[in-house]
């Protein structure tokens, strides 16, 4: 019996004249055809000055599934299902005149397009994240930018790789990883190979990625990109975010600003996180000077509140060792403090900046944060356990 899946949870990205119901049969067109006539289908749009609708079309895994609706008609849905990232970014263009383009040339070419459709990917919440504690692995949204927008798609295919230069590619990577394992083109079996590996691996087929499609090799690869990527790979070998404060002190502020950047850093990335990084070090502060019947400004900076803190709080009378040391690190980190408020105005998404920080830069400011942050609360935990 053939399944059949109905349109409640998908997105209609282009629907022809008719009937607005449909089903999905489950007979898919056989995978070698699909890639023909894709390809085909994208050489036309292109030829027609419609490079949009072959980008759309070669950027993501469009499959065509025959079809029908309450009236028996029969035609065919051009379909994708896709993880959460790439289901975001085709919402956001529901109804594009770019679909309609690309469901008339498959028709031109003999198959009846009458609706394109994308669904999400389900994923199990049960299945365990293989990322250590205090890393993450790669994201959906990043391993999409490396595949469409750093090495390249055409046809279904990844870059310049065939079937046995992708199994290469792993025996070269000193990885116990077999593709042939896998079913579908080299870009489904390296997406989902990328997707399972843990966070080191990922970050072994990330550089042998960057040795072999090198900076200006294509126009897609460029040294924006390069970077990108690459702050990555330090992020994935454990260069990534310190562990994430629960502070003694605090208030509703600071946990609901360390509860955001925790999800943002999770879900988004660094960039996303520094506002909130800045905001729960900020309103922390004020709380360890409330606290401590210290009298500060309302608008005091981080800055200046992280000189109130160290002049004049009891737990910071007794340096230990190595005063003049411990003294020299503090004021750098005073220095790391002042320069945070015009990175948090100006290169962050606390406001509308066309110039954002990058992932590892953005990871270098939540980080300095962070190791303020846990540096005071330890000292005040070491006060508290005087008494």
């Known amino acids: 019996m053939e399944d059949i899946f109905g349109i409640e949870a998908m997105i209609i990205l282009y629907q022809a004249s008719g009937a607005g119901d449909f089903y999905l049969c489950g007979n898919k067109m056989p995978a070698e055809r699909m890639r023909t006539l894709k390809h085909n289908v994208s050489r036309l749009l292109t030829a027609r000055n419609k490079a949009r609708a072959a980008q759309l079309l070669d950027s993501f895994p469009f499959e065509i599934i025959e079809s029908s609706n309450f009236f028996g008609d029969d035609f065919s849905v051009l379909y994708a299902n896709i993880p959460l990232g790439q289901y975001e970014q085709l919402g956001k263009m529901k109804n594009n005149l770019a679909f309609k383009d690309i469901a008339s040339t498959f028709t031109e070419l003999g198959t009846y397009i009458r609706f394109i459709a994308t669904e999400l990917k389900m994923e199990s919440a049960a299945q365990p994240s293989k990322a250590k504690k205090g890393q993450q692995g790669l994201r959906d949204s990043e391993i999409h930018k490396l595949v469409y927008n750093y090495i390249g798609v055409e046809g279904g295919y990844l870059g310049d790789f065939s079937y046995r230069s992708h199994r290469d590619f792993y025996i070269e990577l000193d990885l116990n990883i077999n593709p042939f394992d896998y079913e579908g083109t080299t870009r489904e079996r390296f997406m989902k190979i990328i997707s399972e590996s843990e966070p080191k691996v990922q970050a072994k087929i990330l550089k042998g990625i960057l040795d072999r499609y090198s900076i200006g090799s294509s126009k897609l690869r460029t040294q924006d990109r390069y970077d990108e990527i690459h702050g990555w790979i330090g992020r994935l070998l454990g260069m990534s975010q310190i562990e994430h404060p629960t502070p003694r002190i605090t208030s509703d502020v600071v946990e609901r600003a360390l509860t955001d950047a925790k999800q943002l850093l999770q879900s988004t990335g660094a ?117």
């Open 271 to 387: 960039t996303s996180g520094v506002d909130r990084a800045h905001t729960a070090v900020h309103g922390y502060l004020h709380a360890v000077c409330k606290e401590a019947h210290i009298t500060c400004k309302s608008d005091a900076n981080l800055n200046e509140l992280l000189k109130l803190v160290l002049q004049h709080h009891p737990g910071f009378r007794d340096a230990g060792n190595r005063k003049e040391d411990i003294d020299r690190i503090l004021k750098a980190f005073s220095t790391i403090l002042d320069a945070l408020n015009p990175l948090r105005n100006r290169a962050s998404v606390a406001h509308p900046n066309e110039e954002l920080l990058k992932e590892a830069e953005a990871m270098l400011v939540i980080n300095s944060a962070w190791t303020i942050l846990h540096y005071i609360d330890a000292k005040l935990k070491d006060q508290s356990n005087e008494y």
